[in-house]
């Protein structure tokens, strides 16, 4: 199988055509990314130098010449689309480069593999496009969605987008809605490697509001194999959710991390809580357990243990990554809410 994968220096795209790789012998994956803030081209330079069945392309998926020709140049079985901005807090900030990428880079996306009779593409989605639950229930793939920051409305679009390119052409889209990941290579703007790298370096670990946001957490891994379930198994037209049956409140998680490092809770500094932060997310993926085989296969504590262990094991790629544009805005960003 040949694949074209969209935004794969980041951070779940690394991990999976990492994965893939690994399981499939006879898959070839070609990697577009635009490098952007957080595609970080080293996480898989070693494929780049050493292996022949990955290629990597830079460029903008709102490039429509560019997709075109790298579309027609070779006879790809599926696209995985995994390009996006991906950060709450950024979107609150500025959300226009959000509406670029997500929306319309998606829709040239789409248009560009219909063009080229693609017979296989997926999209990348996430549970925030459903918005917020309140204490008892899940996301279901029937939940209405109704997203509450410019990040999730974006990808709510992509989604709606995706669903018209299915209705009106016929064109053999499926889209994956996932809960909160974590694991290797996870730029350190999101909650775990951000709380890891402030501990290890004895600063406060900024917490929003009281702490009791809850997020369904899975680790990467698995969240990549449900992908590979839905690309090989899926229903056209159809959206699969993923989650880790893992409910866990944000300043659990971060407990349960200082724990894991021998740090202190007492580094734990709750800053004013962002605009529109959504309670509580829970996926139910019956759905994809019943028609693609779908389970987690790591509990929170083992993925946590395995994700320490990996930071501990790559200090030199987290060194590489607190600098420039990332550490600038971290920086202001929590200290206007200090």
């Given at each position: 199988m040949k694949l074209l994968v969209t935004g794969g220096c980041g951070f779940i795209g690394t991990n999976f055509i990492r994965l893939m790789l690994a399981k499939h012998p006879d898959w070839h994956i070609t990697n577009l990314d635009k490098l952007t803030y957080a595609g970080n081209r080293l996480n898989l330079l070693d494929l780049e130098k050493e292996e022949p069945r990955y290629n990597f392309v830079q460029g903008d998926i709102c490039d429509r010449d560019l997709a075109m020709d790298l579309l027609a140049d070779q006879t790809f079985d599926a696209v995985i689309n995994f390009a996006a901005e991906s950060h709450v807090d950024r979107s609150i900030n500025d959300p226009s480069p959000f509406v670029t990428t997500n929306i319309q880079g998606a829709q040239n996306l789409l248009e560009c593999a219909r063009q080229r009779n693609i017979s296989r593409f997926v999209h990348i989605s996430t549970d925030e496009v459903y918005g917020s639950l309140g204490d008892e229930g899940k996301?279901?793939?029937?939940?209405?969605?109704a997203p509450n920051s410019p990040y999730s409305a974006s990808k709510a679009g992509a989604d709606l987008m995706a669903r018209a390119y299915f209705e009106t052409y016929g064109f053999p889209v499926l889209i994956t809605r996932c809960s909160n990941n974590y694991g290797p290579y996870q730029f350190p703007e999101k909650l775990i490697p951000l709380m890891y790298m402030n501990a290890m370096?004895?600063?406060?670990?900024?917490?929003?509001?009281?702490?009791?946001?809850?997020?369904?957490?899975?680790?990467?891994?698995?969240?990549?194999?449900?992908?590979?379930?839905?690309?090989?198994?899926?229903?056209?037209?159809?959206?699969?959710?993923?989650?880790?049956?893992?409910?866990?409140?944000?300043?659990?998680?971060v407990k349960t991390l200082l724990a894991a490092v021998n740090k202190p809770e007492s580094l734990i500094t709750y800053v004013t809580d962002r605009p529109?932060?959504?309670?509580?997310?829970?996926?139910?993926y019956s759905l994809a357990a019943n028609e693609l085989g779908f389970a987690p296969t790591l509990d929170f504590a083992e993925g946590i243990r395995k994700t320490i262990e990996w930071y501990e094991a790559n200090t030199t790629w987290l060194e590489q990554v607190q600098s420039g544009e990332y550490r600038s805005f971290m920086d202001t960003w929590y200290e206007e809410r200090s």
């Amino acid at each position: 199988m040949k694949l074209l994968v969209t935004g794969g220096c980041g951070f779940i795209g690394t991990n999976f055509i990492r994965l893939m790789l690994a399981k499939h012998p006879d898959w070839h994956i070609t990697n577009l990314d635009k490098l952007t803030y957080a595609g970080n081209r080293l996480n898989l330079l070693d494929l780049e130098k050493e292996e022949p069945r990955y290629n990597f392309v830079q460029g903008d998926i709102c490039d429509r010449d560019l997709a075109m020709d790298l579309l027609a140049d070779q006879t790809f079985d599926a696209v995985i689309n995994f390009a996006a901005e991906s950060h709450v807090d950024r979107s609150i900030n500025d959300p226009s480069p959000f509406v670029t990428t997500n929306i319309q880079g998606a829709q040239n996306l789409l248009e560009c593999a219909r063009q080229r009779n693609i017979s296989r593409f997926v999209h990348i989605s996430t549970d925030e496009v459903y918005g917020s639950l309140g204490d008892e229930g899940k996301f279901m793939e029937t939940t209405p969605l109704a997203p509450n920051s410019p990040y999730s409305a974006s990808k709510a679009g992509a989604d709606l987008m995706a669903r018209a390119y299915f209705e009106t052409y016929g064109f053999p889209v499926l889209i994956t809605r996932c809960s909160n990941n974590y694991g290797p290579y996870q730029f350190p703007e999101k909650l775990i490697p951000l709380m890891y790298m402030n501990a290890m370096a004895d600063k406060p670990l900024p917490v929003y509001g009281d702490g009791l946001n809850v997020r369904d957490w899975i680790f990467v891994d698995d969240h990549c194999l449900g992908i590979e379930l839905t690309l090989l198994k899926g229903r056209e037209g159809q959206a699969y959710n993923f989650g880790g049956n893992a409910e866990e409140t944000n300043i659990n998680v971060v407990k349960t991390l200082l724990a894991a490092v021998n740090k202190p809770e007492s580094l734990i500094t709750y800053v004013t809580d962002r605009p529109g932060h959504d309670k509580r997310y829970a996926m139910d993926y019956s759905l994809a357990a019943n028609e693609l085989g779908f389970a987690p296969t790591l509990d929170f504590a083992e993925g946590i243990r395995k994700t320490i262990e990996w930071y501990e094991a790559n200090t030199t790629w987290l060194e590489q990554v607190q600098s420039g544009e990332y550490r600038s805005f971290m920086d202001t960003w929590y200290e206007e809410r200090s």
